[in-house]
Nanobody
Framework: VHVVESGGGSVQAGGSLRLKCAAQVENFCAYDMTWYRQTPEKEREFVAYSAHDGSADFTDSVKGRFTASRENTKTAVLQMDSLKAEDTAKYSC???????????????WGQGTQVTVSS
């Protein structure tokens, strides 16, 4: 599975950014996506989960500010609004295949993308 991440960048506090995570594969599997973030000072932490059926979950610190949506079973978008300086981190997407036993073995990480929020 090849994972392509896009989006991110630099923005002032209160601004918005959009991250996209896509599993570039030619198979029939659906994929769940999970975003994590990490800074040099902190361990990697869970940010958001986007299920193949469109359901989502978020860590408490971003609830009400971040939303997740699906373009299809292989692509998810994380919309980040009302960004704060503490959201600054490298965001990485992990994909997990779903379906039959073979799909369930598929998992991969994207290359990560930097999000910088200036106060």
């Amino acid at each position: 599975v090849h994972v392509v991440e896009s989006g991110g960048g630099s923005v002032q506090a209160g601004g918005s950014l959009r991250l996209k995570c896509a599993a570039q594969v030619e198979n029939f599997c659906a994929y769940d996506m999970t975003w994590y973030r990490q800074t040099p000072e902190k361990e990697r932490e869970f940010v958001a989960y986007s299920a193949h059926d469109g359901s989502a979950d978020f860590t408490d610190s971003v609830k009400g500010r971040f939303t997740a949506s699906r373009e299809n079973t292989k692509t998810a978008v994380l919309q980040m609004d009302s960004l704060k300086a503490e959201d600054t981190a490298k965001y990485s997407c992990k994909v997990k295949g779903l379906g039959n036993w073979w799909c369930n073995t598929l998992t991969a990480w994207g290359q990560g993308t930097q999000v910088t929020v200036s106060s």
